[in-house]
């Protein structure tokens, strides 16, 4: 194969590696910008290129099908296939005759010796774009959803079933909106500084209608920026930063964020701590290692500590009552997050619902015993199943009666019932889900 880089070369080789051999979008494709020398607005282009055909996949298939004709022997052709339809369909500014001249480059640049893949590839497009857009009939509303929004059939009629069509199609859309640039500004510095500082680099900061640590900014690279480096903010969604803020902390308390990495909520919580502190858990030895990173940038490293425990265990680990404030941002089926990882929506089934809820029950049983008479604990996901949110707290205080779920309020939304479900069309966030538990009495 050869080795030119293009925007579209490096975003044909990470949907080959994505879609044929299951790796993840955002690790390949950062692997790969890393590794090339393509200007910043290639390097954007390429990016467009893999994360818009992955979240179109079923819709661009539904497009495709009919078209071809021959059974498709070689790896390339059908992300190439796939990712020259999207041009098609969704880039006006790209002229169709530009995609098909770099079709058959590709074709030829990634096909074996001699291949005809080529010639494959330029007459299924051709026809494309002599028929152009097919939809199901809107009177099969699942199939036409799925179709229209490219999502899996069962998600449709999941949504459906808890919470209407007309919701469902709000939803849907809102997965496929570009996700916000979001961050939070440490509570460490004069925030109002920093969003200044954001206005003089021209990234047109909004303040989020969640709360006022979180900012929306107009494009990406705040990483690469002195105010990033400097701890001033970090990136995390204005929903997900919500979760910190939901422990009353005065000060001296001392912490278990059971599920850290990479430790976003682990250092929200740390800087509203002055004597107390915070031990953050994971598995991954390498994924504590971002937690400390996280910690030492942010400048609360000194109240963090790091431990590689499994949270399921976690009453093996330390004593009955050691903690008085626990989070447990469970692992889960992140369904939530399908607006930044629109992979999840091909991968993810019913199944995993019910399993991961096992896990996150498992979590809580462990940590439960580890909560002070007088402490909270909170239970957060990136995810708006049922499974893995209502049912989840409802089976965990059946098994535990001793605790209750305890109302909240924050900066600019409350719950009286305890519970928090955000949708993804609610504000323009990541779904999320918050429950608060307290001991009775």
């Known amino acids: 194969m050869s080795t030119t880089k293009t925007a579209r070369s490096i975003a044909l080789n990470t949907l080959i590696r994505v879609l044929e051999d299951g790796s993840y979008s955002n690790i390949s494709l950062n692997n790969s910008l890393k590794s090339s020398q393509l200007s910043k607005a290639d390097q954007n282009l390429a990016t467009k290129l893999v994360y818009g055909t992955i979240q179109y996949k079923i819709y661009l298939e539904y497009q495709l099908n009919g078209l071809i004709k021959t059974k498709i022997t070689e790896k390339y052709i059908m992300p190439l296939l796939l990712m ?26 990634f096909g074996k010796q001699h291949s005809s893949g080529f010639r494959l590839v330029n007459g299924i497009l051709r026809a494309l774009t002599r028929r152009g857009e097919i939809l199901p009939d809107q009177k099969d509303t699942v199939k036409y959803l799925s179709v229209k929004e490219s999502m899996p059939i069962w998600l449709v009629k999941y949504l459906i079933k808890n919470w209407g069509e007309k919701r469902t199609e709000s939803i849907l859309a809102s997965f496929n909106e570009t996700a916000k640039n979001s961050v939070r500004l440490s509570s460490l510095v004069n925030q109002k500084h920093t969003f200044i500082e954001l206005k003089k680099l021209g990234y047109d900061p909004e303040y989020s209608s969640l709360s006022s640590h979180d900012v929306i900014l107009n494009h990406g690279g705040i990483v690469e920026s002195d105010l990033f480096k400097k701890g ?51 598995i991954h030895e390498k994924k504590l ?12 490293s000194d109240r963090v500590s790091t431990k590689g425990v499994d949270a399921r265990k976690a009453h093996d680990y330390f004593s009955k009552q050691q903690f008085d404030r626990i989070l447990v941002d469970a692992p889960c089926s992140g369904l939530g997050l399908l607006r930044r990882k629109p992979e999840i929506r091909y991968s993810k089934t019913m199944d995993d619902l019910l399993n991961l809820q096992k896990i996150q029950l498992d979590i809580l049983d462990s940590v439960a015993l580890l909560l002070n008479k ?6 957060s996901t990136c995810t708006i199943s ?19 779920l305890a109302p909240f309020k924050l900066e600019k939304i409350a719950s009286k ?25």
């Open 232 to 282: 001033y903010l970090t990136v995390q969604d204005e929903a997900a930063s919500l979760v910190a803020d939901v422990f009353d902390i005065s000060g001296n308390e001392v912490v278990l964020d059971a599920c850290s990495a990479p430790g976003g909520k682990t250092v929200q919580i740390a800087e509203r701590l002055n004597k107390g502190n915070v031990t953050a858990l994971d």
């Open 289 to 300: 290692k971002l937690v400390r990173q996280n910690a030492e940038r942010m400048g609360v």
């Open 417 to 441: 019932s305890g519970m928090l479900k955000i949708l993804p069309d609610s504000y323009g966030s990541d779904g999320f889900f918050i429950a608060k538990f307290k001991l009775r009495g």
């Open 386 to 404: 049922f499974e893995e949110d209502e049912k989840v707290v409802e089976k965990f205080l059946k098994n535990h009666p001793n605790f209750e």
């Open 84 to 109: 020259s339809a999207y041009q098609i369909l969704f880039l006006d500014k790209v002229p169709n005759r530009a995609v098909l001249d770099e079709a058959n480059k590709l074709a030829k640049q």
């Open 374 to 379: 007088n402490g909270e604990l909170v239970y």
